[in-house]
């Protein structure tokens, strides 16, 4: 299994602003990703974040709007930049087990709320 | 490509109530299919998974059976409890495991 810490857990931003969200693992993963959770939807990916190299995007979302950094093998950070109303979400880290089970393990969210 | 869909919701039921949720899966060669579990105010956590046809996975009371004739993985429990109320996700990781794909959630309340 994998012990993911997420922080911020929420927070409440002011629009055209940024907002930093950090995420530990208590293992070093190769891949660590980061999904979007729209209220009432399902979750969607933004990006793979692996060390030493830069974030692999899917489409729909670019680099200037939700810079990544992933400095070490435990640990990266989602900027969510020039927020508006429709980036309230729940955004989740998540990584694979150190077992390599194939199953995702997730932290426990960071919510947004945008105003 | 590959994806997941899952029954709408919300549903809603009494304690001690059957329980399915149905989810099919659509995907190329032999995938890994899991439920996930979000309670209010969490992360998503692993509920059961199967990585074969004809896998059953099983956790806390619930069930589900990987159907490759069927493409299905339906999740069941036999009698729910009111702890139980929450967002199930089925989700499918391709055969490679590079990709992930969720189903759109299904609310659950259970009611005493």
């Known amino acids: 299994s994998a012990v993911i810490s997420q922080k911020p857990s929420r927070d409440i931003c002011q629009r055209g602003t940024s907002l930093t969200i950090q995420c530990q693992v208590d293992?070093?993963?190769?891949?660590m990703f980061w999904y979007r959770q729209q209220p009432g939807q399902s979750l969607t990916l933004i990006a793979t974040?692996?060390?030493?190299?830069?974030?692999?995007?899917e489409s729909g979302f670019v680099i200037d709007k939700f810079p990544i950094s992933r400095p070490n093998l435990t640990f990266s950070t989602l900027t969510v930049s020039n927020m508006s109303p429709e980036d309230s979400s729940i955004y989740l880290c998540?990584?694979?087990?150190?077992?390599?089970?194939?199953?995702?393990?997730f932290g426990e969210g960071s919510r947004l709320t945008v105003l | 490509g590959d994806s997941v869909t899952q029954m709408e919701g919300p549903v809603t039921l009494s304690e001690e109530a059957f329980l399915t949720i149905n989810c099919t899966y659509t995907?190329?060669?032999?995938?890994?299919l899991f439920w996930y579990v979000q309670y209010p105010g969490e992360g998503l956590q692993l509920l059961l998974k199967?990585?074969?046809?004809?896998d059953k996975g099983s956790n806390k009371g619930f069930e589900a059976t990987y159907r490759k004739e069927t493409t299905s993985f339906h999740l069941e429990k036999g009698s729910v409890q009111v702890s139980d109320s929450a967002v199930y996700f089925c989700?499918?990781?391709?055969?490679?495991?590079?990709?992930?794909?969720f189903g759109t959630g299904t609310s659950l309340t259970v009611i005493p």
């Open positions: 995907a190329t060669g032999y995938p890994s």
């Open positions: 989700a499918l990781s391709d055969q490679l495991g590079n990709q992930f794909y």
């Open positions: 199967a990585t074969k046809a004809d």
């Open positions: 293992s070093q993963v190769t891949m």
């Open positions: 974040a692996n060390q030493g190299s830069e974030a692999t995007y």
């Open positions: 998540s990584v694979y087990g150190a077992q390599n089970t194939g199953e995702l393990f």
